[in-house]
Nanobody, 118 residues
């Protein structure tokens, strides 16, 4: 049973921080490049960050310097540390297994909601 389960979303004030987690099961986690995507209301789902199985990181321009993706292969978990949040960051955030820069992988999590108040 392949499953990705996100957690850590919630309500935060502008300028605040959240740390999202994505726990994977049913895959050989260390062999997968992992990604975080987000989708705001009325918006297209977009790539936020990717971390390769070799720990190389890539970010969309809008979050560079504010967000950090990391992984712990021993825990089968990928994280997204989000700092200096703005209302434009409000979205449902999704974890994805097998992500690449140009397209997502096959497996998605259920999403976790991030609300940023002003």
């Amino acid at each position: 049973q392949v499953q990705l389960v996100e957690s850590g979303g919630g309500l935060v004030q502008t300028g605040g921080s959240l740390r999202l987690s994505c726990a994977a099961s049913g895959i050989i986690f260390r062999l997968y490049d992992m990604g975080w995507y987000r989708q705001g209301p009325g918006k297209q789902r977009e790539l936020v960050a990717i971390i390769s199985r070799g720990d190389d990181e890539k970010y969309t321009d809008s979050v560079k310097g504010r967000f950090t993706i990391s992984r712990d292969n021993a825990k089968n978990t990928v994280y997204l540390q989000m700092d200096s949040l703005t209302p434009e960051d409000a979205a449902v955030y999704y974890c994805n297994a097998g992500a690449s820069y140009s397209s997502p992988g096959r497996v998605w999590g259920q999403g976790t909601l991030v609300i940023v108040s002003s």
